[in-house]
Structure formats: structure tokens, C-alpha cells
């Protein structure tokens, strides 16, 4: 067990639609990530936020947004779903930013967007 | 263009044989990470390399740092069925705050 909680573990949606995915880091850890992770597809790296601030931006679409809480929870906010949207969605969280504090991953929330 | 390209994609050997995965990069990197993913899990991780040349063994895996910090590698010797899984290195993109995924080596070990 990672100790980072993704809920929900799977979710079905039409196009159009919006969906929330939310994310509870390790106890202790001050950064949140978001991968998504298409059909046999590597990761790729939406966002990342240290202690409520967003710190480094990837591929994320404009239909898309995430928050960091004060509680350090997150949330990644999928609006306007089309089918390729359909993927597996990881949240990580690390002690710090930087190199030397590996991610620990949850085990993700699988959107299929019909 | 992905700033970590694993080689090879694909790798399905028999057990107990020998292998070798590479991760690379035209970039220099302070530090690498390397993951294993199972199906429906998240990745999780196996090693961090930080100085160049420097080598790590978990068991029957070895972890080697390029010299120039641009290249890792990671061998396994005498492969296993549980040593199944998607391999992926990773690292922050310097000067980018990113910390992005190789393109992964899916390994499968047949019994």
C-alpha cells in the first residue's frame, strides 16, 4: 500500500460530460502529480502542485484543471469528455519536489468515456 | 519528441534467461529513477541512481548511471515469470520542474 488513495476506481461517463477525480496524498508529503495513462500508452505527465501551488505544467488539455486543497488532497477536473480521454488517470505524491524524492503512486482511476 | 527513450518497447524472453534495458537521453539529468507497473497498479518504485557511473543491485537487478548522467540502464539476470511487468525510468526534466516517464519496456517472462 502506497498510502496515496484515488477515488473513484473506475468511472463510465458519456461525451460532454464533466468528471472529477480526486486524489489523497501519503501522509507527509507536500507534492501532488497527475499521469495520464492511456491503453498500453506510457505516462504522461499532466500537472504537479507543492504545498497548494501549481509548480510545473505538462501536456494538459484546456478542457482540463486541478487544484491543490490546504489539506493537501487533490483534484483533476475533466470537462467536455471526448472518447480519447478514455485512459487510466495516477495520482502521485512525493515528500518534496525534485529528484530525490520518488513518487508514490496510487492506483489510479480508470475513465472510460463512452 | 520524448526526452527518455527507453529501448527495447517490447521483451519476451524464457526464464532464467539474461536481459538488459536502456533508458536515454540527449539531456543531463541529476538523477534517475527506475519503476516497475503491473497491470491495474500504479508504478512503484524500484531504485534512484544520482551519481554518474555509480552502480545499484536489488537481488537479480542492476542499475548502472551513464558517466555523463544522460543514459541508465537496468540488467536482469536470470529472469523470473514475477519479473513480468512494464519497466520505466523517470526523472525531472532539468530546468522544467517535470518529472517525466520514459516511453517503458513492457517485459514479459515466460515459465
Known amino acids: 500500500d502506497s498510502g496515496v488513495t484515488q477515488t473513484p476506481k473506475h468511472l463510465i461517463t458519456a461525451t460532454g460530460q464533466r468528471v472529477t477525480l480526486r486524489c489523497s496524498p501519503r501522509s507527509g508529503d507536500l507534492s501532488v502529480y497527475w499521469y495520464q495513462q492511456s491503453l498500453d500508452q506510457g505516462l504522461q505527465f499532466l500537472i504537479q502542485y507543492y504545498n497548494g501551488e501549481e509548480r510545473a505544467k505538462g501536456n494538459i488539455l484546456e478542457r482540463f484543471s486541478a487544484q491543490q486543497f490546504p489539506d493537501l488532497h487533490s483534484e483533476l477536473n475533466l470537462s467536455s469528455l471526448e472518447l480519447g480521454d478514455s485512459a487510466l488517470y495516477f495520482c502521485?505524491?512525493?515528500?518534496?519536489?525534485?529528484?530525490?524524492?520518488?513518487?508514490?503512486f496510487g492506483n489510479g482511476t480508470r475513465l472510460t468515456v463512452t | 519528441t520524448q526526452l527518455l527513450e527507453q529501448s527495447p518497447q517490447f521483451l519476451s524472453i524464457q526464464e532464467g534467461e539474461n536481459l538488459t534495458v536502456y533508458c536515454n537521453s540527449s539531456?543531463?539529468?541529476?538523477?534517475l529513477q527506475w519503476y516497475r507497473q503491473e497491470p491495474g497498479e500504479g508504478p512503484v518504485l524500484l531504485v534512484t541512481v544520482v551519481t554518474g557511473g555509480e552502480v545499484k543491485k536489488l537481488k537479480r537487478l542492476t542499475f548502472q548511471f551513464g558517466d555523463a548522467r544522460k543514459d541508465s540502464s537496468l540488467h536482469i539476470t536470470a529472469a523470473q515469470p514475477g519479473d513480468t511487468g512494464l519497466y520505466l525510468c523517470a526523472g525531472e526534466n532539468p530546468g522544467t520542474y517535470k518529472y517525466i516517464f520514459g516511453t517503458g519496456t513492457r517485459l514479459k517472462v515466460l515459465a
Open positions: 502521485a505524491s512525493s515528500v518534496a519536489p525534485g529528484n530525490n524524492s520518488p513518487l508514490h
Open positions: 539531456s543531463v539529468f541529476s538523477s
